[in-house]
């Protein structure tokens, strides 16, 4: 089936660890993106990636990095410079943009995360 | 900047019956794309309706519509018939055209159906 998959549903970690967050899309997908959710919130865009190899910051990037060496997988990096990063994280994929129009994003199960 | 405000975060209506979500957004754009999203409590994202800013015709997808007012940049997401399986939150979205598929949320409304 295609799809977006993120590993693990659920993770823990100590307080100043880094920790890596999953995704890979089998969808043939572009672009890519991160979202945070807050409890209560909306999602917040952390970085996306319209292409391999390149990458833009979105609005919290800050305590965050990410790699996009392959097109199927986007990993986004929590380091121990995000002061809060407990939340539920999500990642989507789409087409990219033509500019004429738009392409759908398609989203993940999502990844919980909790900082010990 | 966009921004998207839900001023409902909670809202509650009987099975069967028809409830109205409110959202609103600021942009100086004049092409642009709205959606509704619905997060059920597998909070799985879920594409409910989008609406191009250049259609004067409101969506509609079976129970799910739109009322769309440019000017007055609003746009409210009606439920009808409304049925358990609607409990969810859900999202109000913007997202410009030319702007690589970056999507802005609303804060959400929680929407819970009664039996």
């Known amino acids: 089936d295609g799809g977006i998959t993120q590993s693990p549903k659920y993770l823990f970690r100590k307080e100043g660890q880094n920790v890596t967050l999953s995704c890979e899309q089998n969808?043939?997908?572009?672009?890519m993106y991160w979202y945070r959710q807050d409890p209560g919130q909306g999602l917040r865009l952390i970085y996306y990636s319209q292409i391999v190899n390149d990458f833009q910051k979105g609005d919290i990037a800050e305590g965050y990095s990410v790699s996009r060496e392959k097109k199927e997988s986007f990993p986004l990096t929590v380091t121990s410079a995000q002061k809060n990063p407990t939340a539920f994280y999500l990642c989507?994929?789409?087409?990219?943009?033509?500019?004429?129009?738009?392409?759908?994003?398609?989203f993940g199960p999502g990844t919980r995360l909790t900082v010990l | 900047a966009q921004t998207v405000t839900q001023s409902q975060p909670e809202m509650s209506v009987q099975e069967a019956e028809t409830v109205t979500l409110s959202c609103t957004y600021d942009t100086s754009e004049n092409n642009y794309y709205l959606f509704w999203y619905k997060q059920p409590p597998s909070r799985q994202m879920i594409l409910v309706i989008r609406q191009e800013a250049y259609k004067q015709q409101n969506a509609t997808e079976n129970r799910f519509s739109v009322n769309f007012q440019k000017a007055a940049k609003s746009f409210s997401l009606k439920i009808s018939d409304s049925q358990l399986g609607d409990t969810a939150m859900y999202f109000c979205?913007?997202?410009?055209?030319?702007?690589?598929?970056?999507?802005?949320f609303g804060g959400g409304t929680r929407l819970m159906v009664k039996p």
């Open positions: 969808l043939n997908h572009d672009a």
């Open positions: 979205a913007f997202m410009r055209n030319n702007a690589g598929n970056m999507l802005t």
């Open positions: 989507a994929s789409s087409f990219k943009s033509t500019g004429i129009s738009y392409n759908e994003q398609f």
